[in-house]
């Protein structure tokens, strides 16, 4: 699968999937950095079928109301640090992948990961 991480979530979140074999863009990777806009990065994430990881709910609206982006990946984690952040994806990671190969939303929240269809 192919991701695309807003930039609320932090590069080495980017760097940590793709040494898994994950094709990854960050929005440090693109030439507007953090400051990229949602419009944008819908965009992108259409264009290239890659699915929008963030923690940012107008890409909830949007997906709910028009399906842009086409995938989401919502985290609901609140305020968390880096470390126990990283440490959830690593763990929720290849579920989250394979989840993907069927469903169209899926929000990793501190406890669990939960399809939204």
């Known amino acids: 699968?192919?991701?695309?991480?807003?930039?609320q979530l932090p590069y080495l979140l980017a760097e940590i999937?793709?040494?898994?074999?994950?094709?990854?863009i960050h929005t440090?990777?693109?030439?507007?950095?953090?400051e990229t806009s949602d419009t944008v990065i819908r965009?992108?994430?259409a264009l290239e079928n890659r699915i929008v990881?963030?923690?940012?709910?107008?890409?909830?609206?949007?997906?709910?109301?028009?399906?842009q982006p086409p995938k989401l990946l919502l985290v609901t984690t609140g305020n968390i640090k880096n470390r126990?952040?990283?440490d959830l994806f690593r763990r929720a990671i290849?579920?989250?992948?394979?989840?993907?190969?069927?469903?169209?939303?899926?929000?990793l929240n501190n406890e669990e990961v939960i399809v939204h269809e």
Do not use: H, V, W
């Open 43 to 45: 965009q992108l994430a």
């Open 53 to 67: 990881i963030t923690k940012d709910s107008d890409f909830q609206d949007s997906y709910l109301l028009f399906k």
């Open 28 to 34: 440090d990777d693109l030439p507007e950095k953090d």
């Open 94 to 107: 290849p579920a989250i992948d394979e989840l993907f190969g069927r469903y169209s939303f899926i929000e």
């Open 17 to 24: 999937l793709r040494n898994k074999g994950f094709d990854i």
């Open 84 to 86: 126990p952040l990283l």
């Open 1 to 7: 699968m192919k991701y695309f991480i807003d930039a």
